[in-house]
């Protein structure tokens, strides 16, 4: 008999799933690609280029043992390596800022009154817009895109 196709999956079978997850044992990989293993040798190969190793003889270096790798690629994989480290970085400050600012809820905001300090004045025109002069008046621009040609122009 064929396993019948529904949609739907049992929250016990879930939970039965939950819990073989949680027992299945870290993976130890014995291998990992090139970009990876230029990720990993990033800190040794920026200390090459610090004792004056050019970039050819780095990539030459990591090719006689075993990486075969040129110089772009090098260059490319270290550059990534370096956003990936990056973007951990970041996600950790993240994640630390997160956990140690208090948390404001969209109510309380909404329920507190700004301090006056933080209150913002209403703009005041300024006094060449109050001036009966209409040539003193120069019209606001208020959105991106409109046209309003300067006074003191005789062709538009």
Wanted: charged letters at 20%; proline letters at 8%.
């Amino acid at each position: 008999m064929t396993a019948s196709k529904s949609t739907n999956i049992a929250l016990s079978q879930i939970a039965i799933l939950e819990q073989a997850l949680d027992e299945v044992p870290a993976r130890n990989a014995t291998e990992v690609g090139k970009a990876k293993a230029i990720g990993i040798l990033a800190p040794k190969i920026h200390a090459l280029r610090a004792k004056g190793y050019a970039w050819r003889e780095v990539a030459a270096w990591l090719t006689e043992h075993g990486v075969a790798v040129t110089v772009p690629a090098l260059q490319r994989h270290l550059r990534g390596a370096k956003t990936m480290q990056s973007n951990r970085d970041k996600a950790g400050a993240k994640s630390r800022r997160a956990s140690s600012s208090s948390a404001v809820t969209h109510e309380s905001a909404i329920a507190q009154p700004r301090p006056a300090s933080q209150q913002q004045e209403p703009k005041r025109a300024s006094p060449a817009a109050q001036s009966p002069d209409p040539a003193a008046r120069t019209p606001a621009r208020s959105t991106y895109g409109s046209f309003v040609p300067r006074p003191d122009t005789k062709n538009i």
